[in-house]
């Protein structure tokens, strides 16, 4: 049986409507015209792009991990990642990059963490609450730390 922990992100459905793969010019356009380019002689490929991650499942474990050791909890989370650089957008390493929320989708937002002097898990403002956000427009369902706020 298989005892290992689910991956801290999920692929998205990248096929659904209105999902932007941000997809670039095709070679078919360049490839008569006068002045060549590197791709166009050297054959030069692209880097793989990775679109269609969603890392709510980090900002769930992380939230859930306040006031622990945090060095345990970056262990845990670098061996369910594909790569580090998600957490530190949550966590903030140094005070002055502390926030009190962060944006995470067109309108998810996480409290903002940081690691304080005793290397614990904090959060930046423990006072902050779904009531308080504000949603930028009527349109969309606006969450906080996955409570839906804006809906009066």
Known sequence: ???EKPKLFRKVNTKAFNVDHYIGGDFKNTRHS????LEQTKGKMFGKKERGLDYTPLYRFL????????????SEAKARLDKVEPIYGMVALIEDKKRDFIRTGESSYFSG????????LQLSN????AKDMKPFCTC??????GKLFGTE
């Open 1 to 3: 049986m298989n005892k």
């Open 34 to 37: 006068k002045r060549e380019t």
């Open 140 to 145: 969309c369902t606006h969450t906080f730390n």
């Open 113 to 120: 963490l940081f690691v304080d002097d005793n290397n614990i």
């Open 63 to 74: 939230l859930s991990k306040v006031g622990s050791n945090w060095d345990e909890i970056f």
């Open 126 to 129: 423990p006072d902050l609450k």
